[in-house]
């Protein structure tokens, strides 16, 4: 049975959490954004998020897989949510728990970019820190980077399990 280890407390979590939130009001002040958030995992981190913002924000979902039979990853992105709302000429904010590899990102941007949007940013409460300098574009709003591991809670899960944990833990002892 795998163990827990406290990566990342919910204090620690909640401050970036308004960190985040104090910037984007800042730069969509007057804007009307459209928040973005890709489920299933970032769906705590959009609501804390979007509660903190200084007007009130509209929000829509996006959900992609890369996963096959029994939780392993095909390689291969698929879109199995659009958005709802007509994306042309809106100011576009995609919320993201973690970017993980960056592969599922740039699929997801590529897609949206097509949309037409005014603009297109990236809010991420988490990125592995070996993909940061990878990535094909910089994530505009960054809660922390961290390192590898498997990370469950506060919106991130293994096998559907432990995402309303309030703390991040890494799993150890496969």
Known sequence: MPS????????????RVRA??????????????????????????????TRRLEEPPEVDFVQLSTYGLRGTTSG???????????LAGRHV?????????????AYLL??????????????????RQS????????????GLAVGDGWLVGYGL???EQYRTLPDIYVIEGE
């Open 4 to 15: 827990l280890h406290l990566l990342i407390p919910r204090s620690r979590i909640q401050r």
């Open 20 to 49: 985040l939130a104090g910037r984007l009001s800042r730069d969509y002040r007057g804007k009307s954004a459209l928040y973005l958030a890709v489920l299933k995992g970032a769906y705590i981190f959009l609501a804390d998020l």
């Open 76 to 86: 291969r992105v698929r879109l199995r949510l659009r958005p709802s709302a007509d």
């Open 93 to 105: 904010v995609v919320v993201e728990d973690i970017v993980d590899s960056g592969r599922t990102l």
């Open 110 to 127: 590529r897609y949206l970019a097509r949309q037409q949007p005014a603009s297109l940013r990236l809010c991420a409460l988490l990125a």
């Open 131 to 142: 993909v940061l300098r990878e990535l094909s574009r910089p994530i505009d709003y960054l």
């Open 157 to 159: 899960d293994r096998g």
